[in-house]
């Protein structure tokens, strides 16, 4: 995030945050060059890494130092650089990289996409449709190396996820828990792995499902998970004690959250009323005026996804309660993430 210093002009106040689009770009190009994987050995000149990456050694030096004086690298005398801690999820094989996400931001659907963030702010319609006349799952039949981009960068934050939401909570209370919406299965195993008694459905569309065999998310634990194909607008898994759902409400707008909701509310009704739970795994918009990830992936929200959204804990009690649910906590993680947990009303 990019806040301007106090003690900073106006006029220069507004420079620094502009700034910013230089940043991000400078990320992207830093992380398709790989130039965190050469620089992972130690410290690497500017023209030695220019080398290895195919690129201009000047124009990479000038990068580097930018990307220096924010804290991605450090420089060293002679023009060297090296890695710092946030440098360290440039890197392709380092666990927790961010890697796929610095790319997704930079690529073209969703560069171009940005270009209409005038038209999102007059319309509430998604720079999506704007750019390239249809929505962003639409599209990405079209651009399958960029959906891949997407699809590698979403298992990633599904990681780091998974290890955050377990240091804040046992599932092991219940008997099975459905993951809806749950991809290739991360956060599912990852549960089922600490849970040893735990059984698990993994829930999503035919086309997503038939990678999740193959993808080795699910490994030690096959023989406790079902996999079930569907659209969570028209039904929900049956025989579940507790349901979750990570980063699915908020790309979706309040209608379509109470179906979603709705239906697991019904099943719950009928398999588990007194003790089942919905939890869902997002961030949480603050009420107070600091700067929080939350309202800038409401941005990319706003410009990707039709309808979708971050929502405060205030929004979050409004959708359980037009669902037949009640809101039982939100418990903070160590990542930008909170559980939310809730139970039939």
């Known amino acids: 995030m990019n806040s301007a210093s106090p003690s900073l002009p106006p006029d220069a106040a507004i420079m620094q945050i502009l700034f910013g689009k230089m940043v991000g770009f400078a990320l992207g190009a830093v992380a398709r060059l790989r130039v965190a994987d050469q620089l992972a050995a130690g410290p690497m000149s500017a023209s030695d890494a220019a080398v290895a990456c195919g690129a201009n050694a000047d124009a990479l030096y000038r990068v580097l130092r930018t990307l220096a004086s924010v804290g991605v690298f450090s420089e060293l005398p002679g023009k060297r650089f090296e ?14 990289s961010m890697r796929n996400m610095v790319l997704m931001m930079n690529d073209v659907w969703n560069v171009h996409s940005y270009l209409k963030f005038t038209h999102c702010i007059q319309t509430g319609a998604d720079g999506v449709h704007a750019a390239h006349g249809k929505g962003i799952f639409d599209l990405f039949r079209d651009i399958p190396e960029e959906a891949e981009t997407f699809h590698r960068a979403m298992t990633d934050l599904s990681a780091i996820a998974a290890r955050a939401l377990l240091e804040v909570h046992d599932f092991s209370r219940f008997r099975r828990l459905a993951d809806v919406g749950g991809g290739h299965g991360v956060l599912l195993g990852s549960i089922l792995r600490k849970h040893g008694a735990l059984e698990g459905i993994l829930f999503d569309l ?21 996999l079930v194909e569907g659209s969570f607008f028209e039904h929900i898994p049956g025989g579940c004690d507790a349901y979750i759902m990570k980063h699915i409400v908020h790309d979706w707008d309040d209608g379509s959250c109470r179906r979603i909701l709705s239906l697991m509310r019904e099943q719950l009704q009928a398999h588990a009323p007194r003790d089942g739970r919905v939890f869902l795994f997002e961030m949480v918009v603050p009420d107070g005026p600091e700067p929080a990830p939350a309202k800038f992936l409401d941005m990319e929200m706003l410009v990707v996804s039709p309808g979708g959204k971050e929502r405060t804990v205030a929004e979050f009690e409004a959708l359980f309660s037009a669902a037949g649910l009640r809101l039982v906590s939100v418990t903070p993680t160590p990542s930008p993430m909170s559980l939310i947990e809730a139970a039939v009303a």
């Not at 946030?86 to 927790?96: E, I, W």
């Not at 035919?206 to 079902?226: F, I, N, S």
Request: glycine content about 20%.
């Open 83 to 96: 890695l710092t801690p946030v440098g360290q999820m440039l890197r392709s094989d380092t666990p927790g």
């Open 206 to 226: 035919p086309e997503v499902l038939a990678g999740a065999p193959g993808a080795g998310h699910l490994a030690g634990v096959e023989g406790r998970v079902t």
